[in-house]
Every structure is written in C-alpha cells, then in structure tokens.
C-alpha cells in the first residue's frame, strides 16, 4: 500500500474514533485501539497498552508480570505494523492477543496436529461449476451456529468439526443444533497408524478428519447443551449414546481446486479447512492477501461463504474470497469471522479441506 494512502487511513479512522466525543468516549476509544498503530506507536505504548487492558479487561497478578506484557504489547505493535505492510488490504493491530508472544499464541489458540490428511482419505467427487453464484454465504441460510470460543484451549479441530457436522445435519433435518466440542476434547483418541504421535489430543490438538472418523465410530455427537464446553481436557469422557444430536454418514476429503472447493461448500454445506494462522493474532478486519504466508498448517477453521469482490489492492480490480467463521469469540476480528483472499492458496487454506455429511432424520 501506498505510504500517503497508509497514512491517510489512520488519520481517517483517527477522525472517525474523535468524532464521538466525550458523550461516548468507550465508542471511540474501541475505534482508536482497533486501529492501525502509526510510526509514533512507541511513544504512546503506555496509552495503547491502558486502552488494551480496559477494552479486553486485562489484569496482572504482579507488577514484574505487568511490565512483561506491556514489553510484550510493544513488541506486538511493531508486529502488526510490520504484518500490516505485508497484507495492506486487511486492517492489523491491536486484538485480545496483543499481550501473547507468538509461541504462546500457538500454544494457548491453535492446535492443528497435523501437517497433511491421511493417505488413504476419501475423495471428494467432482462437482459441477458452471452455474456456481457469484457470492454465497451459509450464515444466510441458517446453517452456521454462533461463534464459539474455544479459550486457552488447543482445541480448534473440535470447533471446526462441529461446525462442519452441524451444517450438514441442517441440510439433512432442517435443524440448526450446536454441537459438543467438549465430547470431542474428551473423548476423541483417534489415531492414524501410519503417522506416529498423530493422534486427537484435547487442548494438545487434533485433526478434524480424526474427529469425523470418530463422530462415525461413536454413532455422532450431543448437543452443547447436554455436554458443555469447558475449555480444559482433565475431565473425564462422559459422552451418552441415547443423547446424540447428529451424525456423520460419511466424510471426504475436496480438490486442492478453488472451483471444486466452492462447488462442495454450496452443495454440502460448511467446509472444514485448516490455514496458516501467522496474520490472524494482529487482524482486526478487511480482507487477508499477504505477500508472502507460510502454508503450514495450524490452526483448524471453517468454511462458510465467499464473495466474488472483496478487496481492491491499488491498480487492481476486486478480488474474490473466502469467508472463515474462527473460534476466538465474537469480539475478535470482523465479529469472530476472517476473510482470506482466493486465488493463491494463501496461508494453505486451500491444502486440507473436508466436507461430511450427516445422517437424514426427520427428529432430533
């Protein structure tokens, strides 16, 4: 992005944040900390980091634990401008996570296991493209539950997987049902044979097409309700087989092709997909292309949408992109939801993508 343009976009959003006032100053304070941080962002760090702790209600044990995480948060504000130049049509900058060393960002909010799905995993059948919508969005059809948060937890692969399982059991019942993370967490030990230490392991990660084999094997997953989320994997498995809400009739694995993965989200429902979470800890909104992004996967999100112009780097027409519901809570990114450009495999979105689908029942 332009260095005028950059500058011009904070001022702008620096006017936007000033023109509330004082009559709502926790309006404009929650616009001026989701902004981009500008060159003097070292000089104000003490304000930045005051207008952190009272947007994300952050509080410190000691006064040796505050001082690490303001040098911390200085060390992040730096990363989301550094991010920022290397994804100028997504917004980067302060997020709850801004206290969080990448390492421990990775520890405490990702958890993919693995790095590549099973051999021997089902393909997808080739679909149809031709007649594909230009914009198609899931959420719009009442199949997306709302967002979950999986806290401290390792435990994105579960929140994919259910959201994936829950879109299909509405296309085959018409019910919209959240589902059991927690079952997952708890009771999912599922393994490949041929890849040593791969197994599903609570907050310590897992793989969603484990998880759908294991939903399989179980007979299917209870509602959220009867077996609730608790954000810790200490707790023993205490799944009950008269209590299953959905189940999973058979699940596979879609083409690397961005039509083909289209084509499966319209016609079976949300996908599970798994990306780079790298730009993720600084978004705040827009549309993600990075010039450059690792394709290792790890963290476990889900597919629910694309729009065909989201985006329009300087020069350039719109772009299309995906649309990711995340499992970080509402109050991160654009309402708990990511958009990632298509076209380049950005961040390995398109590397692991799964669709299931569910068992037709007319009751739950």
């Known amino acids: 992005m332009d260095y005028r343009l950059s500058i011009l976009f904070v001022f702008s959003l620096f006017l936007v944040a000033s023109s509330f006032g004082s009559a709502d100053e926790s309006i404009g304070d929650d616009l001026f900390i989701r902004q981009v941080v500008d060159e003097d962002r070292?000089?104000?760090?003490?304000?930045?980091?005051?207008?952190?702790?009272?947007?994300?209600?952050?509080?410190?044990?000691?006064?040796?634990?505050?001082d690490y995480r303001f040098a911390v948060f200085k060390a992040n504000l730096g990363r989301a401008k550094r991010l920022q130049k290397l994804d100028p049509s997504a917004i980067h900058g302060v997020t709850q996570f801004s206290d969080m060393t990448p390492a421990e960002f990775r520890r405490n909010h990702l958890g993919l296991k693995r790095l590549r799905l099973p051999a021997d995993a089902n393909k997808a059948p080739i679909l149809p493209t031709n007649d594909l919508p230009s914009d198609f969005d899931w959420r719009d059809h009442g199949a997306v539950t709302s967002?979950?948060?999986?806290?401290?937890c390792g435990s994105c692969w579960s929140f994919s997987t259910t959201g994936a399982l829950e879109g299909a059991n509405f296309l085959a019942t018409g019910k919209l049902v959240s589902l059991s993370e927690q079952q997952l967490v708890d009771c999912d030990h599922e393994c490949d044979p041929d890849e040593p230490g791969s197994c599903d392991s609570g907050c310590n990660g897992g793989?969603?097409?484990?998880?759908f084999e294991y939903s399989l094997k179980a007979g299917g997953l209870m509602r959220e309700e009867d077996y609730p989320y608790t954000g810790t994997d200490r707790g023993t498995c205490k799944?009950?087989?008269?209590?299953?809400?959905?189940?999973?009739?058979?699940?596979?694995?879609?083409?690397?092709?961005?039509?083909?993965?289209?084509?499966?989200?319209?016609?079976?429902?949300?996908?599970?997909?798994?990306i780079n979470a790298v730009f993720m800890q600084t978004y705040v909104g827009g549309v993600s292309c990075p010039y450059i992004c690792s394709k290792r996967l790890d963290h476990g999100v889900l597919l629910v949408g694309y729009g065909s112009a989201?985006?329009?780097?300087?020069?350039?027409?719109?772009?299309?992109?995906?649309?990711?519901?995340?499992?970080?809570?509402?109050?991160?990114?654009?309402?708990?939801?990511?958009?990632?450009?298509?076209?380049?495999?950005i961040c390995g979105v398109d590397s692991m993508v799964s669709t299931v689908a569910a068992v037709h029942t007319t009751s739950q």
């Open 147 to 152: 967002v979950k948060n999986q806290g401290s």
């Open 310 to 345: 989201g985006y329009a780097p300087i020069r350039m027409k719109e772009k299309p992109y995906w649309i990711i519901k995340n499992s970080w809570g509402e109050h991160w990114g654009e309402n708990g939801y990511y958009k990632i450009c298509q076209g380049r495999n």
């Open 42 to 66: 070292l000089l104000n760090a003490d304000h930045h980091f005051s207008l952190f702790k009272r947007r994300f209600g952050k509080s410190y044990a000691t006064q040796e634990e505050h």
């Open 207 to 211: 793989l969603m097409n484990s998880a």
């Open 239 to 274: 799944f009950d087989k008269t209590k299953i809400a959905a189940s999973v009739a058979n699940f596979s694995v879609v083409s690397l092709d961005e039509d083909q993965i289209a084509a499966n989200l319209v016609k079976n429902g949300p996908l599970a997909v798994a």
